[in-house]
């Protein structure tokens, strides 16, 4: 069965580091992009970071940039979100999503469970 576990979500002070890990299995991970989103009580969903499959590529929130670092480990199946000068706003839970877009295959979307980061004041 396919799973992304998330991992590393928790307490942390204004202006402190966090490190989220995605864990992924049951499907091949390589072939997938791999993203981060987070969500906020009473917002939408919204995307906070992504990587292409290779790894070659990378975008973010115009809010997270020059914070947070998306990086993969095919070896490992695991995908991570490096999360620095930690806000207030950045308080959501964090949901892993992996991505295939390579037509003719038709595009496929999984979903970690997510991991709840609450950043103090």
């Known amino acids: 069965q396919v799973q992304l576990v998330e991992s590393g979500g928790g307490l942390v002070q204004f202006g402190g580091s966090l490190r989220l890990s995605c864990a992924a299995s049951?499907?091949?991970?390589?072939?997938?992009?791999m993203s981060w989103y987070r969500q906020a009580p009473g917002k939408e969903r919204e995307l906070v970071a992504a990587?292409?499959?290779?790894?070659?590529?990378?975008n973010y929130a115009d809010s997270v940039k020059g914070r947070f670092t998306i990086s993969r480990d095919n070896a490992k199946n695991t995908v991570y979100l490096q999360m620095n000068s930690l806000k207030s706003e950045d308080t959501a839970v964090y949901y892993c999503?992996?991505?295939?877009?390579?037509?003719?295959?038709?595009?496929?979307?999984?979903w970690g469970q997510g991991t709840q980061v609450t950043v103090s004041s």
């Open positions: 999503n992996a991505y295939r877009k390579t037509p003719p295959l038709p595009p496929r979307n999984y």
């Open positions: 049951g499907f091949t991970f390589s072939n997938y992009g």
């Open positions: 990587i292409t499959s290779t790894g070659g590529s990378t």
